[in-house]
């Protein structure tokens, strides 16, 4: 029997997932048969759970538009699939051929495990969350709760695949009203000293308004703050005709509710110029640039999902 023509000829399809992966060393055949068997999991459980779906009626029409519409695919995570064991492996012609098996029944009863734990966790944070007070707390709670879910219905994915007993999804629609509640709740006053153009201070507020949150501008209470300091410091050398502006701007982000720091984000640089004033504006611009990648990512990262 081939198993690299035919993956089940080893396992029996009705016992296992398999599949056949290629590669210039057996690292990469290992690794392109995990990725071909969870993309097999990806293209058949969509059409399967369609199905399912349709033929239990015990998921809302509704819930499982929202989960699939979310996400153009289902991502499943190679080093994270559980169960995937390279089963076999050859080496023709100097290229290596790898097969991936996955026992079926272990891996449902793994799933069914972790849903069981991960729907427990889920309704711990809901039944944990208050009302929208302006503080970063519920925020993240909410944030948590939502991947959580996400995760949920991933993982209910492939239970179901492989189950003939079929869990059913969990709607993440209220989990993102109270987000989204949640976020317009803060309202952030962003102080910076040692910006003297006002650049860095509309570069933040920008960053916190893009994000959801709200920026104070007298006409609302601050719930927290977002403090940047700014220590500037001139730079030349002997016979370089360039004088440089060298900064270390400190960022931290105080919620104001529970008095407690949620963020702080630090970052140095320097830019050049014939002037002083034309290395600042300079600087000022890559600083503005940064905050806008860097410490947006850090924000985002954290408290939105």
């Not at 759970?49 to 995570?77: C, K, P």
């Not at 209470?221 to 005709?241: D, F, H, R």
């Not at 060298?246 to 407690?260: F, K």
Request: charged share 25%; hydrophobic share 40%; proline share 2%.
């Amino acid at each position: 029997m081939n198993w690299e023509r035919d993956p089940y000829a080893f396992h029996p399809q009705s016992d296992y997932v398999c599949a056949v992966g290629y590669g210039s060393s057996a690292e990469d055949a290992d690794m392109n048969a995990r990725k071909e068997l969870a993309s097999l999991f990806g293209m058949t459980v969509r059409s399967t759970t369609s199905r399912t779906v349709m033929e239990l009626g015990n998921l809302e029409e509704s819930t499982y538009t929202e989960f699939f519409a979310s996400s153009s695919e289902i991502v499943v995570d190679v080093d994270a699939l559980y169960g995937v064991e390279i089963a076999k492996r050859k080496e023709p012609d100097g290229n290596f051929v790898s097969l991936a098996v996955m026992e079926k029944r272990a891996t449902r009863d793994y799933y069914e495990a972790v849903i069981s734990s991960d729907r427990s966790r889920i309704k711990a944070i809901e039944e944990s969350l208050g009302k929208p007070d302006g503080s970063f707390s519920l925020v993240e709670k909410t944030v948590e709760l939502i991947r959580l879910i996400n995760d949920l219905n991933t993982k209910v994915v492939l239970y179901n695949y492989l189950s003939d007993i079929k869990e059913t999804f969990m709607s993440v629609a209220d989990a993102k009203k109270v987000f989204d509640e949640a976020r317009k709740s803060v309202v952030l006053h962003v102080e910076v000293v040692g910006d003297e153009t006002g650049t860095i201070k509309s570069t933040l507020s920008k960053i916190f308004t893009d994000g959801g949150f709200a920026v104070s501008k007298g006409d609302l209470a601050p719930t927290a703050k977002a403090l940047v300091t700014i220590g500037w410091q001139e730079l030349s050398g002997v016979g370089n005709p360039f004088v440089f502006a060298a900064y270390t701007a400190d960022v931290s982000v105080v919620d104001l509710v529970r008095n407690e720091s949620v963020l702080v984000y630090t970052e140095t640089g320097r830019e050049g110029h014939q002037s002083i004033e034309g290395a600042k504006i300079r600087a000022e611009r890559l600083l503005s640039e940064n905050l806008s990648t860097q410490f947006k990512e850090t924000l985002m990262s954290r408290y939105t999902y």
